[in-house]
């Protein structure tokens, strides 16, 4: 089984900055890719960014040109540099890892609130 803990998050000002961590541990697994997905109260859990392991990424259009991905393999732990935050962006954020046998596995979340 593999734990995943995030960190980071916090209350930020509209236009600030932010950067998430995630770390996992484990034994048994091969990392493939990890992404890191948010939830607003309210709304269905949504994929944010998502980096493979040729270093590939993605990110959700609401997010693109915002948030940077990225991962240091040796560690298994990926980040997420978030800048130029909006309200809209208040969220849990999670961290999502999925191993080369493309088991999925979740943290807890880290909250994220943007608000002057």
């Known amino acids: 089984q593999v734990h995943l803990v995030e960190s980071g998050g916090g209350l930020v000002q509209p236009g600030g900055s932010l950067r998430l961590s995630c770390a996992a541990s484990g034994s048994g697994f091969t990392l493939f890719a990890m992404t890191w997905h948010r939830q607003a109260p309210g709304e269905k859990r949504e994929l944010v960014a998502g980096i493979g392991t040729d270093g590939g990424t993605k990110y959700a259009d609401s997010v693109a040109g915002r948030f940077t991905i990225s991962r240091d393999s040796a560690k298994n732990e990926v980040y997420l540099q978030m800048r130029n935050l909006k309200p809209d962006d208040t969220a849990v954020y999670y961290c999502?890892?999925?191993?080369?046998?493309?088991?999925?596995?979740w943290g807890q979340g880290t909250q994220v609130t943007v608000s002057s």
């Open positions: 999502n890892l999925i191993d080369d046998l493309l088991h999925t596995y």
